[in-house]
């Protein structure tokens, strides 16, 4: 491990205070009060989430280059100078990124149908996502930590990279359907813990009648983002260790991921129909990184060259992205003829 947690607790400590800090600034000040983001603005934010990526991503590589250069830093890796442990970091980070970033695209479709059953309007959604993102920190962080302590275990690696090999086999097959929403365990188990009051009440997650507190559908939706994200880590944790074994690695590029989790979604939910070949890219990731676990690590000496992983990632999801706005789907194609004519 080049970054020891005994050793490098206080840069993990800086990051989190920095990470809440912003959070803070961000619905303290700049999201005080309940408003629909326009898409410019959220165009804004998601370009200055994904700066702060890229400002620490070149941070990293410089402090690495001062940590690396200690003396006994790289007992452990004599085939690393600190120029190169420094260069292998940031494309991890960059990498990680990248694939987080992609696949937590695919969650954003499941946000726009809880979005859309539970009647939230615009105005209130900044705000479930907001709390969203804090509980996704919490459960990705618990997800980090224990996939830190089972990828010791080359058996464990091997599992998940049959299970990444399978779900992305399996999105390739998946159909778009309808969700009956009130069926899931999640909202049947909610409603038993607590009343659902059936109207929204502003931005208030309880409301109180009768002397009864009872669950607005603003925390019926959150709760359901919360899951979703818990079963979107399943995915995407294994992923990215696949592509780097670095716990800090992993907890950073995972944190900036989900930071421009919200203004990604209000960026991209008018444009989402048009995405239709993105699946394909996604299915690509996964079915790489696993592969890359399962016998493409093994097959290179232990360590798949990480330049060539984020070219590959890159080509896939730029590739389907590229195609969805070159082959626009049959459906988008005749609604934009018929509002041309």
Request: hydrophobic residues 60%; proline residues 4%.
């Amino acid at each position: 491990m080049l970054f020891p947690f005994a050793e490098v607790w206080w840069v993990y400590a800086l990051f989190v205070a920095f990470v809440l800090g912003m959070l803070a600034l961000d619905l303290g000040i700049f999201h005080r009060h309940a408003r629909e983001v326009g898409v410019r603005e959220a165009a804004f934010w998601s370009a200055f989430w994904i700066s702060l990526a890229v400002v620490f991503g070149a941070g990293l590589y410089f402090f690495s280059l001062d940590w690396f250069a200690r003396e006994g830093a790289l007992a452990a890796f004599p085939h690393l100078t600190p120029q190169s442990a420094a260069r292998q970091v940031t494309l991890e980070f960059a990498t990680g990124f990248l694939v987080e970033k992609s696949l937590a695209v695919d969650n954003l479709f499941v946000f726009i149908v809880i979005f859309n059953y539970f009647a939230i309007p615009p105005v209130y959604q900044y705000r479930v996502l907001f709390w969203g993102i804090i509980g996704a920190l919490v459960f990705r962080s618990i997800f980090i930590a224990l996939g830190a302590a089972l990828m010791q275990f080359h058996s464990v690696v091997i599992l998940f990279g049959v299970f990444l090999i399978f779900t992305g086999v399996k999105l390739v097959f998946s159909r778009e359907e309808p969700r009956d929403l009130e069926q899931n365990r999640v909202f049947r188990l909610l409603r038993r813990v607590l009343p659902v009051w059936p109207r929204l009440e502003g931005q208030r997650f309880f409301v109180r009648q009768s002397g009864v507190l009872h669950a607005t559908p603003l925390l019926v939706a959150l709760c359901f983002i919360e899951v979703s994200d818990i079963v979107f880590a399943v995915d995407s944790v294994p992923a990215i260790f696949a592509l780097t074994r670095e716990p800090f690695i992993v907890f950073t590029s995972n944190i900036f991921a989900i930071l421009g989790l919200r203004a990604l979604f209000l960026l991209v939910a008018k444009i989402m129909p048009q995405m239709h070949y993105l699946k394909f890219g996604l299915a690509g990731v996964l079915v790489f990184v696993g592969l890359k676990m399962v016998w493409l690590n093994q097959k290179f000496g232990g360590q798949f060259p990480i330049a060539w992983s984020l070219g590959i990632i890159a080509v896939l999801i730029g590739g389907s992205l590229a195609l969805s706005w070159l082959l626009p789907a049959r459906g988008h194609a005749c609604r934009e003829g018929e509002k041309a004519s």
